[in-house]
T-cell receptor, first 113, second 112 residues
Framework: KNQVEQSPQSLIILEGKNCTLQ??????????LRWYKQDTGRGPVSLTI?????NTKSNGRYTATLDADTKQSSLHITASQLSDSASYIC????????????FGSGTRLLVRP | DVKVTQSSRYLVKRTGEKVFLECVQD?????MFWYRQDPGLGLRLIYF???????EKGDIPEGYSVSREKKERFSLILESASTNQTSMYLC???????????FGPGTRLLVL
């Protein structure tokens, strides 16, 4: 069954601290993995896209890793800011004619001052 | 920048009403999608369209229909709204299949 599971469901950290969000998937065949950020009351915005051959990709203070063998990905946020408070959604795209997106349920991050 | 707009941010309707949710994208994208998002669940695909006048069912199409008369506009229709259709509805578009989807701000629908 094609699934994407994220952990933790929610996380609270202090401003300036680092954190890591996890994503495990069972989607097959695999095309690529994406991390989206969704601010409260807004639509998701793409942070990174990683293909099978990519291990790490950065976007500013966001660094995503991918281990295609173990089917795991992580999103590391460095020196967190209040504006990082949002839900982070892991999405895996199937390699078929539809390129269907399989969404995780997200991790809700709250950064406190 | 890609811009995807949705006609309403918040909507309150009564059970049995016909509801139209409009989505417009300004980047000449081929593909458009409608999702719903509920607490604790990932986004679920309702319908999608790869071309004008073309539509395909997603994972949860029951109770919904769509219309794509023009390339830039994709409408979601609730023929007879029910309380279990209370949700956040998100529209998205992408240039080609498998490419990054750009999302609108969402419409939060409450059916009483």
């Amino acid at each position: 069954k094609n699934q994407v599971e994220q952990s933790p469901q929610s996380l609270i950290i202090l401003e300036g601290k680092n954190c890591t969000l996890q994503c495990n998937y069972t989607v097959s065949p695999f095309s690529n993995l994406r991390w989206y950020k969704q601010d409260t009351g807004r639509g998701p915005v793409s942070l990174t896209i990683m293909t099978f051959s990519e291990n790490t990709k950065s976007n500013g203070r966001y660094t995503a890793t991918l281990d295609a063998d173990t089917k795991q990905s992580s999103l590391h946020i460095t020196a967190s800011q209040l504006s990082d408070s949002a839900s982070y959604i892991c999405v895996v795209v199937r390699m078929d004619s539809s390129y269907k997106l399989i969404f995780g349920s997200g991790t809700r991050l709250l950064v406190r001052p | 920048d890609v811009k995807v707009t949705q006609s309403s941010r918040y909507l309150v309707k009564r059970t049995g009403e016909k509801v139209f949710l409009e989505c417009v994208q300004d980047m000449d994208h081929e593909n458009m999608f409608w999702y719903r998002q509920d607490p604790g669940l990932g986004l679920r695909l309702i319908y999608f369209s790869y071309d004008v006048k073309m539509k395909e069912k997603g994972d949860i199409p029951e109770g919904y229909s769509v219309s794509r008369e023009k390339k830039e506009r994709f409408s979601l229709i609730l023929e007879s709204a029910s309380t279990n259709q209370t949700s956040m509805y998100l529209c998205a578009s992408s240039l080609h299949r498998g490419e990054t989807q750009y999302f609108g701000p969402g419409t939060r629908l409450l059916v009483l």
